[in-house]
């Protein structure tokens, strides 16, 4: 089964940056697209950029537009999650997830990472 390991997360200063990453030790991710999501305390999961299988198409929730990018490296297996200009409302638990089919940011997802922690906080 595929196994999401998401890692990068930390604290950091509000308008830091953080780069996160998402890889499936043994597995591809070529054929998968990969949803960011995040979760903060006594919030609703919510989608915050995907990427396709390809990595030509790519979307991202209006509150993270111009600050987040998403990018695959597909020779390493990895997607990237660059956050810059970090405010603590971005403060979360940060889950990669793949599918098979079109990007896409509700939660219809089949695989999920365990999440790392981002805190924004000065």
């Known amino acids: 089964q595929l196994q999401l390991v998401e890692s990068g997360g930390g604290l950091v200063q509000p308008g830091g940056s953080l780069r996160l990453s998402c890889a499936a030790p043994g597995f591809t991710l070529r054929y998968y697209a990969i949803g960011w999501f995040r979760q903060a305390p006594g919030k609703e999961r919510e989608g915050v950029s995907c990427i396709s299988s390809s990595g030509i198409k790519t979307n991202y929730a209006d509150s993270v537009k111009g600050r987040l990018t998403i990018s695959r490296d597909n020779a390493k297996n990895t997607v990237y999650l660059q956050m810059n200009s970090l405010k603590p409302e971005d403060t979360a638990v940060y889950y990669c997830?793949?599918?098979?089919?079109?990007?896409?940011?509700?939660?219809?997802?089949?695989?999920w990472g365990q999440g790392t922690q981002v805190t924004v906080s000065s």
């Open positions: 997830a793949a599918k098979l089919g079109p990007c896409s940011l509700d939660n219809e997802y089949s695989y």
